[in-house]
C-alpha cells in the first residue's frame, strides 16, 4: 500500500519549512501568491491531500464517541454498533470502534481510551462493572452500558427485556400445542465469566417458568437442562440432550435460551430419527445469523439490536452533554420471529 504524502514531503520538495506549507495550503495572508501558488502545485504533483481529521482537531470541530466490543467470536453486537454508528454520525460524532483487552478485558481497555480523543464510551456485555466503573472514574470518562449479563448497574444501562421476551416465545409454542416443554441453557461456572453473574440466562428462565404455570401446565424441573460448554460450535449433538431422549420424560418442544445452542440440538433430534416441528419444536433467543442457518429454520426472539445501539448513544451524548442519566437498566422489549422449527 503506498505511503501517504505528509505535509513534511511537501516541504522537502518545495524547500521551505512545514510552517510555510500550512499556510500556503490554508490561504494563510503572511504567504506570497508566488510561494503559494508553487507550494501547491508541488503538493498536486507528490498526491498530498489534507488530513480531514487532523484538521478538525485543530479547529475543534472533531467528535468522537467510543464502543468497546466484546474479545469473543459471538458477534450479536454488529447490528448494535451499525445503529450506534448510524445514530452517532446524525449526531455529528464518529464513533470509534475497540475490541476488548483479551488479556486485561473492559478495564484494560477503558485505560487505553486516556490517550485518544474521544468523549465518551459504550462499553457492551460488562462481567465486572465495579472495575470498568473505576477505570472510567479515573480518566475520567462518560460512559453507559449495553449490558444483561450482571444484576448490578455502575452505568446507564440499556438491555433487552430478556424476561419477557422468553415469556413470549414458550407462549408462542404452548399456542401450537405443545405442553412438554424443556428448556436448554448454559451452565454457569468460573469458566463462563465472560457471563457475568447470569442475569440474562436467569431472566429467561424465570419467562420460561411463568409461561408454563400461566397456562396451567407445571414445570418439570428435569426439562430444565444446563449444558457445559453450550457455545462449542464443534459439537455434532449435546449428550445432555441425547440422554433426554433416550431415557425420558418425553418432550414436545425444546426452547434454546441462545440461538447458537440450536443447532446441536436440533442435531441430536434429528440423529434420534425425530422430525421437527412436527414431533418436536424448536424456538430460540437472539435471532442471530445462526437462526438462519440451521435447518429447519429457527424461530426465536430478535433482540432489539438496532433500539439498543441508538439508545446507548442517545444516553451516552445526554451524559457528555451534562444531563443526569440515571445509573439504572433500562430494558427494551424483543419481538418474535417465527419460522419453520415452531410452525
Do not use: K
Amino acid at each position: 500500500m503506498p505511503r501517504r504524502v505528509t505535509l513534511a514531503d511537501v516541504s522537502r520538495a518545495a524547500g521551505v519549512g512545514m510552517a510555510t506549507v500550512s499556510r500556503a495550503m490554508g490561504d494563510h495572508p503572511d504567504v506570497s501568491e508566488a510561494t503559494r501558488e508553487r507550494v501547491r502545485a508541488i503538493a498536486s504533483e507528490l498526491g498530498y491531500r489534507p488530513s480531514v481529521a487532523a484538521r478538525a482537531l485543530r479547529t475543534g470541530g472533531f467528535h468522537a464517541i467510543s464502543a468497546i466490543v466484546p474479545d469473543a467470536g459471538w458477534g450479536w453486537w454488529e447490528p448494535v454498533i451499525r445503529a450506534a454508528h448510524a445514530t452517532a454520525n446524525e449526531r455529528g460524532y464518529q464513533l470509534l470502534v475497540h475490541p476488548a483487552d483479551s488479556e486485561g478485558g473492559l478495564a484494560a481497555t477503558v485505560d487505553g481510551l486516556a490517550s485518544i480523543p474521544t468523549e465518551g464510551v459504550i462499553v457492551i456485555s460488562v462481567p465486572d462493572q465495579d472495575a470498568v466503573r473505576e477505570a472510567c472514574n479515573r480518566i475520567p470518562l462518560p460512559a453507559v452500558a449495553i449490558d444483561d449479563t450482571s444484576r448490578a448497574t455502575r452505568f446507564p444501562t440499556v438491555s433487552a427485556d430478556n424476561r419477557a421476551g422468553a415469556r413470549t416465545v414458550v407462549e408462542h409454542l404452548i399456542a401450537q400445542g405443545r405442553r412438554s416443554i424443556a428448556l436448554v441453557r448454559g451452565r454457569l461456572d468460573p469458566e463462563h465469566s465472560v457471563w457475568g453473574d447470569g442475569l440474562f440466562l436467569e431472566e429467561r428462565t424465570l419467562g420460561y417458568r411463568e409461561a408454563l404455570e400461566a397456562a396451567g401446565l407445571a414445570v418439570d424441573e428435569r426439562l430444565i437442562i444446563d449444558f457445559a460448554d453450550p457455545f462449542d460450535e464443534s459439537r455434532t449433538t449435546f449428550p445432555e440432550i441425547d440422554r433426554l431422549l433416550a431415557d425420558g420424560p418425553p418432550i414436545d418442544a425444546v426452547f434454546c435460551a441462545a440461538d447458537l445452542m440450536a443447532a446441536p440440538v436440533l442435531r441430536s433430534l434429528r440423529a434420534a430419527g425425530i422430525p421437527v416441528p412436527t414431533a418436536v419444536a424448536v424456538a430460540g433467543f437472539d435471532d442471530e445469523r445462526a437462526a438462519l442457518l440451521v435447518d429447519p429454520q429457527l424461530t426465536t426472539v430478535r433482540q432489539p439490536y438496532e433500539q439498543l445501539g441508538r439508545t446507548a448513544v442517545e444516553m451516552l451524548l445526554a451524559t457528555i452533554a451534562g444531563d443526569a442519566v440515571p445509573e439504572r437498566r433500562t430494558e427494551i422489549p424483543g419481538t418474535l420471529v417465527v419460522r419453520a422449527s415452531t410452525s
